[in-house]
C-alpha cells in the first residue's frame, strides 16, 4: 500500500513525465511538417486550390488523408490513380461521368459558361495542383499503392498481349505508352469489366479500323460532338502505339 506521500508523488511525477513527453512528441511532430509535406512546393496555385476544398465543404463527402465525410472516394492519392487530364475532364462536367450513380455537384466556379473559360481553367487547374501536392506528403505509408484499381486493367492486358511470342505486336515502347496513359484510360474505360464512363474496351479492334481509332483518339469531338472523351494532346508516336495495342483486343 502506497502511503498518501507516495501515492501523491506518484501521481505528480507521472503526471510531469507524460506532459513532458506529450509536449517533446508535439514540437517534433510540428518540426517534421515542413520536410514531410514539402512545404517548399506549396505554391499560391497550391493554396488556392486548398482554399476552394475548405471553402466548399468538399470534406463533407470526401476524405483527405483518412479526414471526412467517407460519402465520396477518397482523395489523398487521386491525382497518382487518375492524372492531370482525366481530373480536368471530370472537374469540368461531373455531371456526364458513371452515369446511373450518384454524382457530384457541378459547381459554378469550374463551369466555363458561369465565370467565364479563364477563371474555370484557373479554378480546376490550381484544384489539381492542391490534390499533386497533397499526394507527395508522407504519410507513413497511408493509402498504399494508388493504384490498386481498375485502373490496372489497361497494363495487365497490354502485359498478356505481349506475352505470347518474343515479336507479338506489343512492344516495351508501348508498354511504356500504356503506363503512362493508364491513370486516365481507365478513370474511364475498363477492358473486361464493364462500361464505366465510356465503353468496354474488349473487342475493340472487332469494331473499329486503325484509321478510325486514330481520328477517334485525336479529335473524339469531331466524330461525336457531345462525347465526354477528352482530347489527349498525344504526339502521333504515341497515338500509333495506342492504337496498335487497341488492335490487339480482339
Request: proline residues 4%; charged residues 20%.
Amino acid at each position: 500500500m502506497l502511503t498518501k506521500s507516495a501515492a501523491k508523488a506518484f501521481f505528480l511525477g507521472g503526471t510531469v513525465i507524460c506532459a513532458a513527453a506529450f509536449v517533446f512528441l508535439t514540437v517534433d511532430t510540428i518540426a517534421q511538417f515542413p520536410d514531410r509535406s514539402h512545404e517548399e512546393n506549396m505554391t499560391p496555385e497550391v493554396i488556392h486550390g486548398f482554399e476552394i476544398w475548405t471553402e466548399n465543404n468538399c470534406m463533407g463527402c470526401h476524405t483527405l488523408m483518412g479526414e471526412g465525410a467517407y460519402y465520396a472516394p477518397e482523395l489523398t492519392q487521386v491525382f497518382r490513380r487518375r492524372g492531370e487530364a482525366w481530373m480536368t475532364e471530370f472537374l469540368k462536367d461531373p455531371q456526364a461521368f458513371y452515369p446511373n450513380r450518384r454524382k457530384m455537384v457541378q459547381y459554378d466556379f469550374y463551369d466555363a459558361k458561369k465565370v467565364g473559360k479563364e477563371e474555370a481553367a484557373k479554378n480546376i487547374a490550381d484544384t489539381i495542383a492542391f490534390f499533386n501536392w497533397v499526394g507527395d506528403i508522407d504519410l507513413n505509408g497511408f493509402t498504399g499503392d494508388p493504384n490498386n484499381g481498375p485502373e490496372q486493367d489497361i497494363e495487365k492486358a497490354a502485359a498478356k498481349a505481349a506475352a505470347p511470342t518474343a515479336a507479338a505486336s506489343t512492344s516495351v515502347d508501348q508498354l511504356a505508352t500504356l503506363r503512362s496513359l493508364n491513370a486516365v484510360c481507365a478513370g474511364c474505360h475498363t477492358i473486361g469489366g464493364g462500361a464505366l464512363v465510356g465503353p468496354d474496351l474488349a473487342g475493340v479492334a472487332n469494331r473499329f479500323d486503325a484509321k478510325y481509332l486514330t481520328k477517334w483518339i485525336q479529335e473524339p469531338s469531331t466524330i461525336k460532338a457531345d462525347t465526354t472523351m477528352p482530347n489527349l494532346g498525344l504526339g502521333d508516336a504515341q497515338v500509333k502505339e495506342l492504337v496498335d495495342f487497341l488492335l490487339t483486343l480482339k
